[in-house]
C-alpha cells in the first residue's frame, strides 16, 4: 500500500513539468489525484492516462487558480470525484525574464496573478474542503524567492511572496492540523525551462556540486513526502531542492 494511500491530491498546473511529475508520483504512491490545467487539456489528459494505466485514480479538470468562481468549480468538481481533498499542491505558476526597467504593468498583475493570487484563491478553499482531520498543503516555490538573479525581479518577488503566505498561513491552519509548507526548487528541466534556457543547461548543471540540472521527479520525492504522514511534525517551512546551487 502506498505512503498516500486513501488521501486524494489535488495537483494545479499539472499537464506538464514538474506539476505532472508530482501527480505521477503521487498516484503511483496510492492518492487519488486531480491533474489541474489551464490551457493544455491534452497534456493533463496524458498524465491522467499514464496514473490510470499504472493502476491509479486521476481526473482531469481545467480551472485558472487565479479566479475564484474556476477554482470553487475545480474543488466541487474534485468532491464529486473522490470526495473531500486532503492534499493540495499549488504547482500552477508562470514567469518570464527581464531587466526591472522594461517590466510592465500587464507583466507584474499577470505574474502575481498567477503566482500569487492563485495559492491565496486555492489554499482558502483547502480550507473549506478539507476534512476535519486535516490535511497537507505543498506550495511550489523557487530558490529565487531567497536568492534573486538578475532578470528575475518579479518572478522572484512572486515567489518570496509566496514564501511568506507559507509560513503565515502555516501559524493559522495548525489548529486544524492542516500543514503548509513550500518546496523551493532549484534549476529544474521541464517544457518551459527548456524552451526558455535550451543554451544554458550546461552552465546551469555546473553551478550544482552535484553537475546536473533537477529532473521533475526530483521535486516530486519531496512532495510525496511532505503530502505523506511521515511529515507530520513539519509545517512553515520553505524547503530548498536545488542540488546545492544556494
Same mark, same amino acid.
Given at each position: 500500500m502506498g505512503r498516500l494511500a486513501?488521501?486524494?491530491?489535488?495537483?494545479?498546473?499539472?499537464?506538464?513539468?514538474?506539476g505532472a511529475g508530482i501527480a505521477r508520483a503521487m498516484g503511483r504512491e496510492g492518492a487519488a489525484v486531480v491533474v489541474n490545467y489551464s490551457s493544455s487539456k491534452a497534456g493533463a489528459e496524458r498524465v491522467v492516462g499514464e496514473i490510470v494505466a499504472a493502476g491509479g485514480r486521476a481526473i482531469a479538470v481545467g480551472a485558472d487558480v487565479s479566479h475564484a468562481a474556476e477554482v470553487a468549480r475545480l474543488f466541487a468538481e474534485t468532491e464529486r470525484a473522490f470526495g473531500a481533498p486532503n492534499v493540495l499542491v499549488n504547482n500552477a505558476g508562470v514567469f518570464s525574464f527581464g531587466p526591472l526597467a522594461k517590466a510592465t504593468e500587464e507583466s507584474f498583475h499577470w505574474h502575481y496573478n498567477v503566482n500569487v493570487l492563485g495559492p491565496v484563491l486555492t489554499m482558502q478553499a483547502a480550507l473549506e474542503h478539507f476534512p476535519a482531520e486535516g490535511g497537507s498543503i505543498v506550495n511550489i516555490s523557487s530558490i529565487v524567492g531567497s536568492h534573486s538573479r538578475p532578470g528575475a525581479a518579479i518572478?522572484?518577488?512572486?515567489?518570496?511572496?509566496? /514564501? *511568506? !503566505?507559507?509560513?503565515?498561513?502555516?501559524?493559522?491552519?495548525?489548529?486544524?492540523?492542516?500543514?503548509?509548507?513550500?518546496?523551493? @526548487?532549484?534549476?529544474?528541466?521541464?517544457?518551459?525551462? /527548456? *524552451? !526558455?534556457?535550451?543554451?544554458?543547461?550546461?552552465?546551469?548543471?555546473?553551478?550544482?556540486?552535484?553537475?546536473?540540472?533537477?529532473? @521533475?521527479?526530483?521535486?516530486?520525492?519531496?512532495?510525496?513526502?511532505?503530502?505523506?504522514d511521515e511529515s507530520a511534525w513539519i509545517t512553515g517551512e520553505v524547503i530548498r531542492v536545488g542540488g546545492g546551487v544556494i
Open positions: 486513501g488521501k486524494v491530491a489535488v495537483v494545479t498546473g499539472a499537464s506538464k513539468g514538474i518572478y522572484g518577488s512572486t515567489k518570496a511572496a509566496l /514564501d *511568506s !503566505l507559507t509560513r503565515a498561513a502555516a501559524l493559522e491552519t495548525g489548529v486544524r492540523n492542516i500543514r503548509v509548507n513550500a518546496i523551493a @526548487p532549484g534549476h529544474t528541466r521541464s517544457e518551459g525551462s /527548456d *524552451s !526558455l534556457f535550451a543554451d544554458e543547461r550546461d552552465s546551469q548543471a555546473a553551478e550544482s556540486p552535484l553537475k546536473r540540472m533537477g529532473m @521533475p521527479e526530483d521535486i516530486a520525492r519531496v512532495a510525496v513526502f511532505l503530502a505523506s
